[in-house]
C-alpha cells in the first residue's frame, strides 16, 4: 500500500504531523588588522556572510572601532555565529555590537556564538560587545578562544542580563554556557567555564551565585600593567551601586560584577574601564 502526499503538506509521524523544519540563522565575520606606512591601524580584510554585518565608522581614538550587526535582531536555538579577528605585528583595534544581543525562547536547541581572537607581536585588540539580554527559554553556548603574543594587550568584556527588569520579565530556565580560553605564547594563561543550566531563577538566587540579581559581567585585561591598575579599579568599583570582585596576576587583572538589573551593571562596567584608560565604545552611548 502506498500513500501519496503533496510536497506542500509536512510528514506525518505516527499518524501525526511532525514540527515544521524551522529557518535558522547564520552569520560568520573575519577581520584582519594591519598597520600602513604612517603606523595607523587599518581594516586589511574584511569578510561578511549570511545575518553577521560590519561597519567602521569613524573614530578620534587611535585604533579604529569595528561594529558587528545581527542582522537577524537576536538569536534562537539552532542559529550560529562566527567572529574571527586578527590584529598583525603592532596594530590595534575594537571590536563591539551595534546592539544588546537577545537570546529568545528556544525550541530545543542552543544557539551558538564563537569567538575567536588572535594577536601578534605588539598588537592589541579589545572586545567590548554589549550586554547579551536573556529571554526565559533561551539556550545559549558561547566560546572564546584567544592566541596572542608575549607582548600583545588584551582587553575582554562579556555582560549578560536575565530579563529586562522595565518591562517585568523574569528568566524562570534556560541555558548559558560561557567557556573562555586564553593562550599566552602558546600556554594556557586564563580557563573560565560558566554553565546555568534548568531552573535559573533557582540557580542564581543562593549567595555563592548572584543572590537574587539580574545582570553579571566579567572584565579582563591582560597586559604589562594590569596588575598596577588593581588598586585604582578597586577603589572606583567600591563607590558603585553593584557589587564587585577584582583580582590581579601574571599580567592580568579580572573584575567579576554583579548588579540588580542592567542599568547598575552599565554604571559599573563603565567605571572600571574609565579606571584602566579606555574609553569605552562610542555606539555604546546611542
Request: glycine share 10%; hydrophobic share 45%.
Amino acid at each position: 500500500m502506498y500513500a501519496a502526499t503533496s510536497p506542500c503538506e509536512p510528514p506525518t509521524t505516527a499518524g501525526r504531523a511532525a514540527p515544521p523544519l524551522l529557518e535558522r540563522a547564520e552569520g560568520r565575520v573575519r577581520l584582519e588588522f594591519r598597520t600602513d606606512e604612517t603606523n595607523r591601524t587599518r581594516v586589511y580584510r574584511c569578510f561578511q556572510q549570511g545575518s553577521s554585518k560590519v561597519r567602521l565608522p569613524r573614530t578620534r581614538g587611535p585604533m579604529p572601532e569595528a561594529v558587528v550587526l545581527n542582522t537577524a535582531g537576536g538569536m534562537t536555538g539552532g542559529d550560529s555565529y562566527a567572529i574571527a579577528a586578527f590584529a598583525a605585528e603592532g596594530a590595534g583595534a575594537t571590536l563591539t555590537s551595534q546592539a544588546a544581543e537577545r537570546i529568545y525562547r528556544s525550541t530545543g536547541a542552543d544557539a551558538r556564538l564563537d569567538v575567536s581572537l588572535t594577536l601578534s607581536r605588539g598588537a592589541r585588540l579589545d572586545w567590548l560587545p554589549q550586554e547579551t539580554i536573556f529571554f526565559d527559554g533561551g539556550r545559549l553556548t558561547r566560546h572564546l578562544d584567544v592566541a596572542m603574543a608575549g607582548d600583545s594587550r588584551l582587553l575582554l568584556c562579556e555582560a549578560v542580563i536575565l530579563g529586562r527588569t522595565a518591562h517585568g520579565e523574569a528568566v524562570r530556565r534556560g541555558r548559558l554556557v560561557d567557556h573562555w580560553r586564553i593562550r599566552r605564547e602558546g600556554r594556557l594563561v586564563y580557563a573560565d567555564a560558566l554553565r546555568l543550566d534548568g531552573a535559573i531563577a533557582g540557580l542564581t538566587r543562593g549567595r555563592a551565585t548572584l543572590g537574587g540579581n539580574r545582570a553579571f559581567a566579567t572584565l579582563l585585561a591582560v597586559m604589562p600593567e594590569a596588575e598596577r591598575r588593581l588598586d585604582d579599579v578597586r577603589q572606583v568599583l567600591e563607590q558603585s551601586e553593584s557589587a564587585a570582585g577584582v583580582s590581579a596576576w601574571d599580567g592580568m587583572l579580572a573584575v567579576r560584577i554583579v548588579a540588580g538589573d542592567g542599568a547598575r551593571l552599565r554604571a559599573a562596567l563603565l567605571t572600571a574601564l574609565l579606571a584602566l584608560d579606555v574609553e569605552a565604545p562610542r555606539i555604546w552611548s546611542i
